[in-house]
């Protein structure tokens, strides 16, 4: 099948209240293009200097999540055209992106980004240290925390991915339940090509697929 009748497919079977964003990392212009006139509303990328050079093609036509972890010196031009950082995983990061933004005069939406799986090489905060980070971060003025993103570990067997994503629901439930000011937690953002299912029942909002849109990657 096409990009056209996958993006069909996964909308056909989607719950109404769940937010598909397409990963685009290594993927052509006219392939996203292609992907938006079959109806993805929203794209997300994991690198700034790429995204900018889709974007001035693509433009305001889709909202732009970046799921990526940039340079800090390529914060600033990132701010400028990207409507969610989902990736954040430390004060230094959420600082930086304060700082750009309020140059700005603009607010950005984040996801904290969760290591669910306590991987050593993995980006994202452990699970005990969530709450402490985000008290942290409402701080910032030109930064709204809206929710929570995790990875997971990846399986052959998708399956197995259900405790991390049910842990993560459960660090969610917990710190909405906080009513920490200038923190709406909104969003739980789990879930890719190979787990996206399972991620929406255990509560997902917010999926991310590539693979299942565009077909298999380069790397
Ligand atoms: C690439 C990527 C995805 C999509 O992965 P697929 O397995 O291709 O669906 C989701 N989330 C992040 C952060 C990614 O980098």
Redesign the pocket.
Known sequence: MGIRENVKVILSELPKDVILVA?I?QRTTQEILEAIEAGIKVVGD?YVQEAERKYEVIGNRVKWHF?GYPQRNKVRKLVKFIDMIETVDSVEFAQEIEKRCASLNKTMPVLIEVNSGREAQKAGVLQEDVEGIIKQIAKYPHIKVQGLMT?GPRFGNPEDARPYFMETRRIFEEIKSLDIPNVEMKYLSMG???SYKIAIEEGANVI?????IFGERKD
């Open positions: 990963a990392k994991n799921i990875m890719m090509s190979n991310r697929i590539g693979t299942l």
